[in-house]
């Protein structure tokens, strides 16, 4: 059985995480967070479609609602993953 609440709460931990590192690759070296990002999408140039600067003024925002939004979808993961196992 999966306990929905840790669940959720590692997946938003990985996804801040992660947001987290993208954004300081892109400070750092955008050629590297370019190549990196783009590798995600077989080498598509999605990374053209984001903001040039790392730090635009919805950062924040954007972290909080997909740091919210990943708890949220690990909750229901879970919590479905319970339901179809017959544990929940």
Known sequence: MLKPIAFATSLA???????????????????????VFNAQFFGADVASLLPRVALHPGFLATFVILVAMAWVFGFLWAWLYNVFAGQG
Request: glycine residues 0%.
């Open 13 to 35: 931990a990985l996804t801040a995480i992660v947001y987290l590192v993208f954004t300081l690759l892109a400070l750092i070296s955008p050629a590297a967070f370019q190549l």
